[in-house]
């Protein structure tokens, strides 16, 4: 056993003599050490009870042979966090999650380890750090949220809070129809109802198998859940000793490439094109953010959650036959793009797993006679506004897909929620945000409040916003995001100007400003781009370690190129 380092040995009994102080009896010592990595924390409503669910994790492993070790990792909840300055340090905690994960397990030699994420950034920073460590893992997140309702019955979620306060700031609500959606968006603990980063990560470790069926889709504090936290438990005291479980074998090429499949299917937040580039990364994977499209290619877009499609969330998918089913229907078109040969960390490969699945409501998730469209429901833009690529959410878009329009800069986000809210952004324009990236926030905030005011303000297919910032996955509209490189980095988005003809085609995959190759050339020749004063220590050593957008926004090493 690996954790025989830290506990075998006459040389190893001060060593014992630590554990015997946390409750390790003589017969422990023979059994494996498992690691519970909890992301608890009270002020997320995806994590609040996670410690419940830790204590239910503790006993089953128990129970099972195996001696737990529960450590709890910090967490941003990018709602609270959102629209201030707090924002900057939802990106920058993923690193921190995966250097946690990293410390604890390899500190003390754990053999095994089961992760109990759910919301934000807590996903990617745990698969990250257990990326690293390589023992056998399994992931079971803390569920999503069940959706909220109005007086009238109309499904409503987070992102109808967002978009209600646009619709205020209009005149179209009433201050306490307003109320009435902030006391109703968000009804219980779970990850927020609709496909938003934390849904969509938690739906895309079923697709890399790095979790049990059911993972991204059974709602929080349920029997169900319950019935879930337990198999997977139990299900790591199984695997603790077997080396074809770890977790690189399981979470490799293939597995990065079936989560792109199901994303494209689901139209997932466009931030898992962020970490799923990094987790590609820490997994050694050779995946560049071209290869994107090439999978959306083979890949139908078949089931539409809010935001895309308000009335349906994660319970309905759940209800319709979950993402086995999705997988299942996207199996169905042998194009490649789902690798079904690929091993689960239950021990069927995908194609074992799926094969007893169908679509249960074809209404939630469309066969692919009905699919939405033929293409996935994220793509990757290029052109001379991003040579590196930028990122759209298609399954989103709301109006026309191919826009031309007159560019309105703003160098943060506070400027553009300013400059919506005073009418600045009309019809047919381009709201550009930048110097909000990765390096230019630092931390490259999300903007769920200025595309909420553009929706909410109706202007939703009037208007397009692109930043080098990036998106709650709440955010529709013909919205781009991770324009890189970024404007602190030099990037074309900094050298924009008002009244600058911004072209976007998606179904060609383009995102070019009209100026000519000498006047891009006259404006770089005195360009510089601004650096924004900040204090925290922490995002001083992010800025200056961190990468663009389009590598990840992962952290240099001495080991990069």
């Keep these: 056993m690996r954790s025989d380092q830290v506990k075998?040995?006459?040389?190893?009994?001060?060593?014992?003599?630590?554990?015997?102080?946390?409750?390790?009896k003589?017969?422990?010592?023979?059994?494996?050490?498992?690691?519970?990595?909890?992301s608890f924390i009270e002020i997320i409503p995806g994590h609040f009870f996670l410690n419940k669910y830790g204590e239910i994790i503790k006993d089953?492993?128990?129970?099972?042979?195996?001696?737990?070790?529960?450590?709890?990792?910090i967490g941003v909840d990018d709602g609270i966090a959102m629209g201030h300055d707090g924002m900057l340090y939802s990106l920058p905690s993923r690193e921190l999650i995966a250097n946690s994960i990293e410390t604890v397990m390899n500190a003390h030699k754990l053999d095994a380890m089961i992760c109990v994420p759910n919301c934000d950034k807590i996903v990617p920073g745990m698969i990250m750090g257990?990326?690293?460590?390589?023992?056998?893992?399994?992931?079971?997140?803390?569920g999503p949220m069940k959706k909220g309702y109005v007086k009238d019955g109309e499904p409503i979620d987070l992102a109808t809070a967002f978009e209600a306060v646009g619709k205020f700031e209009k005149g179209d609500i009433s201050e306490d129809e307003l109320t009435e959606i902030e006391c109703n968006a968000c009804p219980s603990g779970g990850s927020c109802s609709g496909m938003f980063t934390a849904n969509s990560m938690n739906t895309l470790m079923e697709a890399m198998g790095i979790a049990l069926s059911g993972n991204g889709t059974i709602p929080a504090l349920t029997p169900e859940r319950e019935v879930l936290i337990r198999k997977a438990a139990k299900r790591v005291c199984e695997i603790a000793l077997d080396e074809r479980f770890n977790?690189?074998?399981i979470l490799n090429e293939n597995a990065v490439r079936n989560a792109f499949?199901?994303?494209?299917?689901?139209?997932?937040s466009t931030n898992t094109v962020l970490h799923m580039l990094a987790i590609a990364r820490e997994a050694g994977v050779k995946f560049d953010i071209a290869d994107i499209n090439e999978i959306s290619k083979k890949v139908s877009h078949i089931a539409k959650i809010s935001p895309s499609l308000p009335n349906v969330h994660m319970e309905d998918i759940d209800r319709a036959g979950g993402?086995?089913?999705?997988?299942?229907e996207i199996a169905k078109m042998n194009t490649g793009a789902l690798h079904v040969d690929n091993l689960t960390i239950t021990g069927e490969t995908v194609g074992e797993r799926i094969s007893l699945s169908s679509i249960i409501d074809e209404s939630v998730i469309h066969p692919l006679a009905e699919s939405y469209s033929k293409k996935g429901g994220l793509a990757i833009l290029f052109g001379n506004l991003a040579e590196e690529g930028c990122v759209i959410k298609t399954a989103g878009i709301v109006g026309e897909r191919s826009y031309r329009g007159k560019a309105v800069c703003f160098d943060s986000q506070q400027e553009a929620i300013s400059g919506i809210v005073g009418g600045k952004v009309k019809k047919g324009d381009v709201a550009v945000i930048r110097y909000e990236g990765p390096r230019g926030g630092p931390g490259m905030q999300e903007m769920l409040s200025p595309t909420s005011l553009v929706m909410g303000m109706g202007l939703g297919a009037d208007v397009a916003l692109i930043t080098d910032g990036r998106f709650s996955g709440a955010t529709r509209g013909l919205s781009i995001g991770h324009v890189s490189p970024e404007a602190a980095e030099g990037g074309m988005i900094g050298l924009l100007q008002d009244g600058d003809i911004i072209h976007i085609d998606v179904d060609k995959y383009i995102l070019e400003v009209e100026l000519s190759d000498e006047e891009i050339a006259r404006r770089r020749a005195t360009f510089k781009p601004k650096v924004k004063e900040i204090k925290g220590s922490w995002l001083k050593q992010y800025r200056q370690l961190?990468?663009?957008?389009s590598n990840g926004a992962v952290l240099k090493t001495e080991f990069d190129d």
Excluded at 26 to 38: C, L, Q, T
Excluded at 130 to 142: C, D, E, I, M, Q
Excluded at 261 to 268: L, N, R, T, V
Excluded at 323 to 328: D, I
């Design 60 to 73: 089953e492993i128990r129970k099972n042979g195996c001696i737990p070790f529960e450590f709890n990792t």
């Design 8 to 24: 075998k040995g006459y040389d190893r009994a001060p060593h014992r003599s630590l554990f015997r102080a946390t409750g390790v």
């Design 546 to 549: 961190v990468t663009n957008a």
């Design 26 to 38: 003589e017969e422990d010592f023979d059994k494996p050490f498992i690691g519970v990595a909890n």
């Design 247 to 249: 977790f690189r074998n």
């Design 261 to 268: 499949a199901i994303d494209m299917a689901m139209g997932g």
């Design 323 to 328: 993402v086995n089913a999705v997988m299942s």
């Design 130 to 142: 257990a990326l690293r460590v390589n023992v056998p893992t399994v992931f079971v997140s803390g």
